[in-house]
């Protein structure tokens, strides 16, 4: 295949992504048919199935695409925190980034759609969730561990004390916004407020003082 004509094929099967990923969120797995989807990518449906070969399998890209996206942006803008970085500001930057990139429409629309199709897609739950909830946990682990030889936090479970920020973070928003809809997404300032109070809570139980002491709690 030459160059123009694989960039050609590249083009027509981003185009049928898109024009899918569109008619799934707004009308959901059983609602959309391939006819629909390509008039919407305006291409004919036999192009469709020479590029997918069903329509599970295409939303099933769509949906692995958009949380691994999602996923990429967060490993790649959260940088290793140098020793000298408080702890505070590194958890606030994770906190403040992580809120940003999932509490947006269509990654909501799209925890919604894995919900709703659990039963048809038994292995969508799991990867979403590799993709999206443990990449933070485990990314996180791995710094808490380094702040543990610092001496700057105490627990024997780094990987509990990383699911436990992640969902102090994640968890009541994207609850919320799951059950009252997307109208629901709170404000900028108000997801940083709630970032703010769950780094706090987070440091009030696992800080060490300056003498070597985990804080009370």
């Not at 973070?169 to 940083?192: C, F, Q, S």
Request: hydrophobic share 45%; no cysteine; charged share 25%.
């Amino acid at each position: 295949m030459s160059n123009g004509a694989r960039i050609r094929v590249e083009r027509t099967r981003k185009g049928i992504v898109a024009a899918a990923t569109e008619l799934f969120l707004k009308h959901g797995f059983l609602a959309t048919n391939m006819d629909e989807i390509a008039a919407t990518a305006d291409v004919s449906k036999q192009t469709v199935y020479a590029h997918f070969q069903n329509k599970e399998t295409l939303f099933l890209e769509i949906a692995n695409g958009m949380t691994g996206q999602a996923g990429d942006e967060l490993q790649e803008q959260v940088a290793d925190p140098p020793d000298d970085l408080p702890i505070e500001k590194f958890l606030l930057r994770f906190a403040d980034l992580q809120l940003a990139l999932v509490m947006t429409p269509r990654l909501l629309q799209l925890r919604r759609l894995a919900i709703a199709e659990a039963e048809r897609f038994p292995d969508l739950g799991k990867v979403l969730y590799e993709r999206g909830p443990m990449r933070s946990i485990n990314r996180l682990a791995t710094i808490f561990a380094r702040y543990v030889e610092l001496g700057l936090i105490q627990t024997s479970d780094v990987r509990a004390a990383a699911a436990f920020f992640n969902w102090l973070v994640m968890g009541g928003p994207v609850n919320d916004v799951m059950l009252l809809g997307n109208g629901a997404i709170p404000k900028p300032e108000v997801l940083r407020a709630h970032a703010r109070e769950a780094v706090r809570i987070f440091l009030a139980a696992y800080r060490i003082d300056a003498g070597g002491k985990a804080q009370p709690t």
